[in-house]
T-cell receptor, first 110, second 114 residues
Framework: GNSVTQMEGPVTLSEEAFLTINCTYTATGYPSLFWYVQYPGEGLQLLLKATKADDKGSNKGFEATYRKETTSFHLEKGSVQVSDSAVYFCALKSGGKLIFGQGTTLQVKP | DTEVTQTPKHLVMGMTNKKSLKCEQHMGHRAMYWYKQKAKKPPELMFVYSYEKLSINESVPSRFSPECPNSSLLNLHLHALQPEDSALYLC?????????????FGDGTRLSIL
């Protein structure tokens, strides 16, 4: 079946550090891939998406590239800020459903 | 600011009460969703409505009853809930149910069952 695996957190970084959150997936067919972010006390916000192989999604300094050969969609940011502290969910869409990874908590310290 | 509005933000109810959660969107989206999220876990899909018709029910207990009165509104009627139903209930919408259509989430209703 379809599934998403994210690196376990929490991830703790200092401000301006480089961020990578790993995400790999298992799917039949060609799913669309998404990253969502959830700030404390809020719902999920779409961060970026990619709909086909080699697509790069980007938003607010975050990037992720749809790699079919490695079935990965790793999230990166060159310089994190304290305000980026949140839970990040990788997800794929298949059959009308969003399938989420377990989430990775990011804490950025000043 | 979210474009999907959920009310109430918080709800405390007893196991014998009947209450409803409401969700509204004015983006012209034709697919709407209910999710349940427990602390430190990803959202779990409960129901999907597409063009105001129920298209997916993820084997949710009958004490949860969804309703889609029109294309902008989605309700979740609650009756005889159990303590384990305490969670954050999230509503989402998307333009359609297609693969590349992202879902837009509300901020949720935090439900506590006494």
């Amino acid at each position: 079946g379809n599934s998403v695996t994210q690196m376990e957190g929490p991830v703790t970084l200092s401000e301006e550090a480089f961020l990578t959150i790993n995400c790999t997936y298992t799917a039949t067919g060609y799913p669309s891939l998404f990253w969502y972010v959830q700030y404390p006390g809020e719902g999920l916000q779409l961060l970026l998406k990619a709909t086909k192989a080699d697509d790069k999604g980007s938003n607010k300094g975050f990037e992720a590239t749809y790699r079919k050969e490695t079935t990965s969609f790793h999230l990166e940011k060159g310089s994190v800020q304290v305000s980026d502290s949140a839970v990040y969910f990788c997800a794929l869409k298949s059959g009308g459903k969003l399938i989420f990874g377990q989430g990775t908590t990011l804490q950025v310290k000043p | 600011d979210t474009e999907v509005t959920q009310t109430p933000k918080h709800l405390v109810m007893g196991m014998t009460n009947k209450k409803s959660l409401k969700c509204e969107q004015h983006m012209g989206h034709r697919a709407m969703y209910w999710y349940k999220q427990k602390a430190k876990k990803p959202p779990e899909l409960m129901f999907v409505y597409s063009y105001e018709k129920l298209s997916i029910n993820e084997s949710v207990p009958s004490r949860f009853s969804p309703e889609c009165p029109n294309s902008s509104l989605l309700n979740l009627h609650l009756h005889a809930l159990q303590p384990e139903d305490s969670a954050l209930y999230l509503c989402a919408s998307s333009q359609g149910a297609g693969l590349d259509q992202p879902q837009h989430f509300g901020d949720g209703t935090r439900l506590s069952i006494l």
